[in-house]
C-alpha cells in the first residue's frame, strides 16, 4: 500500500518556506506546553509506590487513580478541544492552562482517593482539549513541507517533560515527598502561563475563515511578524464546513477515520498501561524505587527521541509505513520485557527501546491525524481521535491493576499488551483520505 507524506495544508495562509522568529515562538511554546502535559498526566507513575504505601492501596485503587485523569482527557478531547475551531485556539489553550495549574496545586493537598481521583479527571479533559488546540496550532504555523517534523517536535515535549519529572521526582522524591513533587508541577504550569498569554497568537487560519472583530489588522500583524505582505481586505468569507463530528466522516474519510480511531484505542491502551505501571512493575521486579523511577524515566526518554527518529524516517519513506514498522517493533519489545527483565541493566535497556517504538510510534499518529483533516476542523478531528482513544487510555491501566491483582505474572502480563500494539500497527496503513494524493515510493 502507497504511504501519503504529510505536507502542510494549501490553504494555510502562514505555510510560507522560511522559519521566522514568530514561527519558532509558537512551535517553542507548543513543545513546553506538551512537556507539562507529560509533566502533569506521568508524574502520578513516579509517584505511585510512596501514595500507594502512604495511603495502603491496591492495585485496583491505584488503577483506578492511573484512569482518571485518561478518562479526563477522553471527556476534554471530545467535548472542549472542538471549541477551538469556533471560538479560537489562543483563548482555550490559555483558560486550560490556568484550570491545569489550580487542580495541580489543589491535587497536592487531596485528603483521600476520592478527592485525588476527581482533580485528576479535571486535569485529564484540560489535558485532552489541551493537546488538540496545541498540535493544531503547530500544524498551523509549520512552514511549507515542514508540517510533520514541526507536529513531531511540538509533540515529543511531552515525553521530555515526562524523563525531567522522573529525574527530579527521583532525586527528591524520598526526603520531599509526593505532594511536594505535585505543588512543583503546578508552580510550573503557572510560570509558563504569562509567557503563552504575551507570545502566543491566534491562527492566521482561524482569523481569515471566522473574522472576528479587528480581524484585518490582527492578520496584518501577525502576517508582518511572519515577514509577510499584508492584505488590503479580508478575504471573501466562504461557506466552510461545520467543526462537528460529522464532518471528520466526509470527503471520503470514513475508513480514514474509523482506522485512526481504532489505532489510537489500541495504541492508548498499551501506551498508557506502560506509562502507568512501569515504575510500579520494575518495583515489584525488586528493584529499589530510585532505579524503578529511572527506569520509567528512561521509557520517557526513549518516547522523545524516537519521535523524532520516526517523525524523520516518515517524512522519507511515508509515515503510514513507518508508523506500522514502529508499533510491530513494539510489540516484539514489550512482549521481550517480560521475559528478559533480570537485571537492573537489561531493564534500563528494554524500557528505553519500549518508550522508543512504542511512544515514538504512536506519537506519528498525531501526525497522521493533522494530515488527514482540513484546517477548519482540524481542531475537532484531532480532538475526536484522542477522545475516542482515550477509551483505551482508560482501559489499559485499569485492566492492568485487575490483571495484577489477580496475580498474572509479569511475562503473561506484557504478552496481553503487545497485541494492541500489533493492531495499531495494521491500522496505520490505512489512515488516509479516499482519493486523496499519493507519492509513492
Known amino acids: 500500500m502507497a504511504d501519503f507524506i504529510l505536507t502542510a495544508d494549501k490553504t494555510a495562509p502562514s505555510a510560507s518556506g522560511r522559519w521566522t522568529p514568530l514561527r519558532i515562538a509558537v512551535v517553542f511554546i507548543c513543545f513546553l506546553l506538551n512537556a507539562i502535559d507529560g509533566m502533569d498526566i506521568v508524574i502520578m507513575s ?39 475551531d469556533r471560538f479560537g485556539r489562543r483563548p482555550l489553550i490559555i483558560a486550560l492552562l490556568g484550570v491545569i495549574t489550580a ?4 491535587s497536592s493537598r487531596a485528603q483521600d482517593i476520592t478527592q485525588l481521583v476527581v482533580l485528576r479527571a479535571i486535569i485529564g479533559a484540560s489535558v485532552g482539549a489541551f493537546l488538540a488546540s496545541v498540535t493544531t496550532m503547530a500544524a498551523d504555523f509549520a512552514p511549507r513541507g515542514q508540517q510533520g517534523m514541526v507536529v513531531a517536535a511540538a509533540i515529543s515535549g511531552y515525553a521530555l517533560g515526562a524523563v525531567v519529572t522522573g529525574l527530579v521526582v527521583a532525586h527528591h522524591l524520598p526526603e520531599q515527598g509526593w505532594r511536594m513533587m505535585l505543588t512543583g508541577a503546578g508552580c510550573i504550569s503557572l510560570a509558563a ?48 464546513r461545520r467543526a462537528s463530528v460529522a464532518a471528520v466522516f466526509a470527503e471520503g474519510r470514513l475508513a480514514g477515520t474509523l482506522c485512526l480511531w481504532l489505532g489510537i484505542v489500541m495504541g492508548f491502551m498499551s501506551f498508557y498501561f506502560l506509562v ?40 522519507r519513506y511515508g509515515l503510514q509505513r ?27 535497556v528494554l524500557a528505553y527501546l519500549a518508550g522508543f517504538t512504542t511512544n515514538g510510534g504512536f506519537n506519528a499518529f498525531y501526525a497522521l491525524a493533522a494530515a488527514l483533516y482540513p484546517a477548519e476542523i482540524r481542531s475537532t478531528g484531532i480532538g475526536w481521535a484522542m477522545g475516542i482513544g482515550r477509551i483505551g487510555a482508560v482501559i489499559g491501566p485499569m485492566l492492568g491493576g485487575i490483571l495484577i491483582g489477580q496475580g498474572l505474572g509479569l511475562a503473561a502480563l506484557l504478552a496481553v499488551f503487545a497485541l494492541p500494539l500489533l493492531i495499531a500497527g495494521v491500522a496505520a496503513l490505512f489512515i488516509r483520505a479516499r482519493g486523496a494524493q499519493i507519492q509513492p515510493h
Open 193 to 240: 502561563l504569562p509567557l503563552v498569554v504575551l507570545v502566543m497568537p491566534e491562527s492566521i487560519d482561524f482569523l481569515k475563515r471566522t473574522q472576528p472583530r479587528d480581524a484585518l489588522a490582527r492578520l496584518n500583524r501577525l502576517l508582518s511578524r511572519l515577514g509577510e505582505p499584508a492584505l488590503a481586505a479580508l478575504p471573501s468569507r466562504v461557506e466552510t
Open 103 to 106: 487542580t495541580m496545586l489543589l
Open 46 to 84: 513516579y509517584i505511585a509506590p510512596v501514595l500507594k504505601a502512604e495511603w495502603a492501596l491496591g492495585p485496583e485503587a491505584l488503577g483506578t487513580v492511573f484512569s482518571a485523569s485518561l478518562a479526563g482527557m477522553a471527556v476534554g478531547g471530545l467535548f472542549i478541544a472542538p471549541l477551538a
Open 322 to 348: 513507518v508508523t506500522c514498522i514502529a508499533m510491530l517493533c513494539g510489540a516484539a519489545v514489550v512482549a521481550a520485557f517480560g521475559y528478559l527483565s533480570v537485571s537492573l541493566g537489561v531493564t534500563l
Open 276 to 315: 502507568s505501571w512501569i515504575t510500579q512493575l520494575s518495583v515489584q521486579s525488586g528493584l529499589a524505587v530510585e532505579n524503578a523511577i529511572y527506569a520509567g524515566a528512561l521509557f520517557n526518554f526513549g518516547g522523545f527521541s524516537g519521535t523524532f527518529v520516526i517523525g524523520a524516517l516518515g517524512a
